[in-house]
């Protein structure tokens, strides 16, 4: 395995083994995202118990919409994936044990590259899948709520709307604002002086100590009583998302401490507007200074424009460091299925060209909010990974960071492949001056095979589509066999750019 399969896609058993890779790729001026792709194999069915176990409350009374309840036909959340790990939660202990991987792995990363490199997380590994579900329904439940008051149907940040508007409706409906209930939701709100920005204090979420059940309440315009916009939860249940916040502060405290940065990787639709939601509340603690926590916007679904444009538009009103990871993304067929299944909307993009504009223009509304904050002497304050193996996604990001005057000595906008894959994009972008990260597994060959089995069936497909790719390899072995070079390993000669000379 070593000699083949491991060799090609793995760096390493451990911190030490994966030195020599790390170093090869920095010669052809390639940065490192680490990663410890150890996973557990285990059964469908395994799967299936562990999801339903701890996605189903155990609070009576739940009402949850159909979306985001757990689904037996789709517990195994592995299903037709290959291009994403997935964690099934076992108990609160093995969160620690998780986030000590985590933790280990940034250790890695800031010994092995000085600053420079990154980290990945999974926010379904730190805790009970099910509070994500139950966040991402609150979320959709708040848009029905702001329609329902304002009248207003597009995104509430854009709205021009404030307070004032929702006092004006309470009193039309005979509901008392000077309720003290009332008055302190009101006043809870979060806002500027553009407007409104979330119904919410997500802030205090995740720093105070507030139960969720307390937080996620509304007046109800037939009754005027403070009710809840989120399911029933125990108080056990409670207590488990307290842990996920506590374990989520200490990465990215740590990654600061540490000087690295942290990717948290997209999940499912049901999953993800939670994930998103904590991830940009944890950029606005975190990324005072620098973008030290990212998010993953994935282009094959058909809001992420849209999502991406409001947490823009947070980042730029609240003042902090924006970071995003693009991708194409990784559970499409799952998405349809489950959308077909439970009877609502596809949320995936109709079409792969459809995926390819969503992501070109998701590019471009961030090279477009960099241009502006360039012009005011802010370059940094917003940083993007293209995460991509298609040639021609990188090629358009190049000629558009041309047209919008953005160099890549700027360092705002990097790109990110695979290690073993795309070779002949990487290293020549890298050894162009530009920003270039290798995405690097590294563990033991026996306990990284679940990994290497999910590379071997993405790498199949890619290869389908990069013919390119395959008449170069084909190339190089022949040029090899003809000098004699069959063992011939390229060395580079990279010099960053600050120190090339003028």
Request: net charge neutral; charged share 25%.
């Amino acid at each position: 395995m070593k000699a083949t399969f491991y060799g090609h896609f793995v760096a390493g058993e451990d911190q030490i083994k994966i030195q020599p890779t790390l170093e090869r790729l920095h010669s052809f001026g390639v940065k490192s995202i680490l990663d410890y792709s150890v996973e557990e194999d285990i059964s469908s069915e395994t799967a299936e118990r562990r999801e339903m176990e701890s996605c189903e409350s155990k609070a009576e009374g739940s009402n949850v919409l159909e979306r985001y309840t757990p689904q037996r036909k789709f517990a195994d959340r592995r299903y037709q994936v290959s291009g994403a790990r997935t964690y099934f939660y076992v108990n609160e202990a093995q969160c620690e044990k998780n986030m000590e991987t985590f933790i280990n792995c940034m250790d890695a990363v800031s010994d092995a590259t000085k600053g420079t490199g990154f980290a990945a997380i999974k926010m379904t590994a730190l805790g009970r899948p099910q509070v994500l579900m139950q966040l991402s329904e609150v979320i959709y439940r708040t848009r029905q709520y702001f329609t329902q008051v304002t009248g207003e149907s597009g995104p509430m940040m854009f709205s021009d709307i404030n307070t004032d508007v929702f006092e004006k409706r309470f009193r039309e409906e005979n509901i008392h604002t000077d309720n003290p209930a009332i008055r302190e939701w009101l006043d809870n709100m979060t806002y500027d002086t553009k407007g409104l920005i979330h119904l919410f204090s997500w802030s205090g979420l995740i720093d105070a100590n507030i139960l969720l059940s307390d937080l996620f309440r509304v007046p109800n315009l037939n009754t005027g009583q403070m009710e809840p916009i989120i399911s029933a939860l125990t108080t056990e249940e409670e207590e488990m998302f307290k842990n996920m916040m506590r374990r989520l502060h200490t990465i990215f405290r740590y990654a600061r401490e540490r000087d690295v940065r942290v990717m948290v990787d997209a999940e499912q639709t049901y999953f993800q507007p939670a994930i998103s939601r904590l991830t940009l509340e944890m950029m606005k603690k975190y990324n005072q200074e620098k973008a030290i926590v990212f998010n993953t916007y994935q282009c094959y679904l058909k809001e992420t424009l849209n999502n991406l444009s409001l947490d823009l538009e947070q980042s730029y009103r609240q003042k902090f460091f924006f970071g995003a990871k693009l991708v194409r993304g990784a559970y499409m067929e799952q998405e349809r299925a489950r959308a077909d299944e439970l009877g609502y909307e596809d949320p995936v993009n109709p079409s792969y060209e459809a995926t390819t504009q969503m992501y070109h223009d998701c590019l471009e509304e961030c090279l477009r909010r960099i241009k502006f904050n360039k012009s005011f002497g802010d370059t940094q304050k917003i940083a993007i990974m293209i995460a991509s193996h298609n040639e021609d996604t990188v090629g358009y990001t190049v000629n558009k960071m041309q047209d919008y005057g953005i160099h890549p000595q700027d360092r705002v906008i990097c790109f990110g492949q695979l290690l073993g894959m795309c070779d002949h994009i990487s290293l020549p972008l890298g050894q162009a001056g530009y920003s270039v990260y290798k995405y690097v597994p590294y563990g033991p060959v026996n306990e990284v095979l679940p990994y290497l089995s999910r590379r071997a069936t993405e790498n199949g497909s890619i290869l389908i589509k990069l013919e390119k790719e395959k008449q170069l390899l084909k190339r190089e072995l022949w040029r090899r066999i003809t000098h004699g070079q069959m063992f011939y390993k390229p060395k580079g000669n990279y010099i960053p750019v600050g120190a090339r000379p003028h």
